[in-house]
């Protein structure tokens, strides 16, 4: 080779005879252009790609043959053509999404360079080396559509395993609606009538009845409980992200958004979605729920494409959602979407009757999970459970039995420990209101743990907000 500016050849109108038999042993196709765009030179390897023969092409425009469309057939101006180019402005230049046009008329992709030919520092030509590269962009394909396979799949097992998840949990859960009351009799009758439609059913009823309870029941009665039952807290999810998690999002959709996420409309089409505590939803979320509960079609966030699903929609809440409207927090067209075929749990309070079954179904369960052998309960503490009003309901129950069940060391459950509100009325007498008061914050709050604020804190149980609940600690002299 003549210098160190690209002096591949000798004048562009002949290739002197070392460099052609060098250009003619590369496995990759050469052209050779002058300063006009036609070809000089053309070796074996262009003409095996391409179905041209020398001879054919020589002196003639290159770009008339092989490059005059793109892939899709639409017309490839020589003016924009990266080879022509680089006859113009010298400027090398690589190409990985093109294609060439064979003589027989068929195409095929090619990865290309143009570099600027010089000659004793003028520029002389620019040579063109191409390769086919149909079996890399096949491989890119199926690489391509392994990779949305395998998405699909690991979506898909997201799903089904939190529907395996729910499913383990309702085996416990279950329990919560145990009983022979007449109100629990009732509320059996209703999930029975009901569940093996398709309607739309709001189940209402104080924290810790177990409506999520009564939610897994209608899908396992249901002709969808086979398919995924999904369930979102909407009151665990600020406006912006809750958006996200029921519609799904593409990657880039917002900050954060590495990847594409499937939301929970998604994940449960052709089963049941449980949105739990539903009053929690902004105006905005309230707006596009109503249009998916209409038209049963939604788009991700960053997306424009329309994703159709078939769900049977369940809701919950402990606020009177009526209520609500009429103070202008919770859409009234909404509201008679949801309220279809209406539920309402009763507190334990007034199952007390209940609550014998209740303790043996739950110490049974809770003691198998804790590994613990608990063979008795005694009957003083089972009087003083039923004489509790119980604010927290069965879930309140269920947290003390589980508790007991850790501190017991001889297989009875005495109930030793149990909330401050739970002594006989004659032996304490008459409280005052204040006292009721107070005694009933303590309860909720030692069943939150003392967490006041959040979703799962004592002013979300007592449907109040977190600043009222301290000032009224305050007042009434509650510390822990």
Request: with cysteine; proline share 4%.
């Amino acid at each position: 080779m003549a210098d160190s500016k690209n002096d591949l050849t000798a004048p562009a109108n002949h290739f002197l005879p070392e460099n052609t038999l060098l250009l003619n042993a590369m496995t990759e196709g050469v052209y050779g252009f002058d300063l006009a765009g036609n070809a000089v030179f053309i070796n074996p390897a262009a003409e095996q790609m391409t179905g041209w023969k020398s001879e054919e092409l020589i002196g003639k425009n290159i770009h008339d043959c092989h490059h005059h469309s793109h892939a899709d057939g639409s017309h490839y101006p020589q003016h924009d053509c990266p080879i022509y180019r680089t006859l113009h402005d010298a400027i090398p230049r690589q190409v990985s999404d093109d294609v060439f046009w064979r003589k027989d008329g068929s195409s095929f992709p090619v990865y290309y360079s143009s570099t600027p030919v010089y000659h004793q520092q003028k520029l002389v030509g620019v040579i063109a080396i191409f390769r086919d590269v149909s079996m890399q962009k096949h491989t890119e394909q199926s690489l391509r559509q392994a990779l949305a396979q395998v998405q699909a799949l690991s979506e898909r097992l997201a799903s089904e395993n939190q529907y395996l998840l729910t499913e383990l949990q309702g085996q416990q859960g279950a329990l919560g609606l145990s009983g022979n009351s007449q109100p629990i009799k009732q509320l059996i009758q209703q999930i029975n009538l009901v569940a093996n439609t398709d309607s739309t059913v709001l189940i209402c009823g104080e924290n810790g009845t177990g409506k999520e309870l009564v939610a897994r029941s209608l899908h396992r009665l249901s002709h969808r409980k086979d398919q995924p039952m999904v369930s979102v807290n909407c009151a665990a999810f600020s406006s912006a992200l809750l958006e996200s998690e029921l519609f799904g999002h593409e990657k880039g959709a917002f900050t954060g958004a590495t990847t594409r996420r499937k939301g929970r409309f998604e994940l449960a089409h052709n089963g049941t979605l449980f949105l739990d505590e539903i009053a929690e939803l902004s105006l905005s979320a309230q707006s596009k729920l109503l249009r998916v509960i209409q038209e049963q079609s939604f788009e991700r966030v960053g997306s424009s494409e329309t994703i159709h699903v078939n769900i049977r929609l369940i809701a919950a809440t402990h606020h009177d959602l009526a209520a609500r409207v009429e103070q202008g927090l919770f859409r009234m067209d909404l509201y008679y979407r949801l309220n279809v075929f209406p539920i309402s749990v009763p507190p334990l309070r007034e199952r007390r009757e209940d609550i014998p079954q209740l303790v043996s179904d739950l110490t049974a369960s809770l003691s198998k999970k804790l590994g613990k052998k608990i063979t008795k309960v005694s009957s003083k503490g089972l009087q003083n459970l039923q004489q509790y009003s119980w604010p927290g309901n069965v879930r309140e129950l269920q947290n003390l039995i589980e508790r007991e069940i850790i501190l017991s060391t001889h297989g009875q459950l005495s109930f030793h420990t149990l909330p401050a509100t739970v002594t006989s009325p004659q032996a304490t007498g008459a409280l005052t209101m204040a006292q009721a008061e107070a005694a009933h914050i303590v309860s909720v709050l030692n069943m939150t743990h003392w967490r006041i604020s959040g979703p799962q804190g004592a002013a979300a149980m007592l449907d109040m907000p977190a600043s009222t609940l301290r000032s009224r600690m305050k007042k009434l002299a509650i510390t822990r």
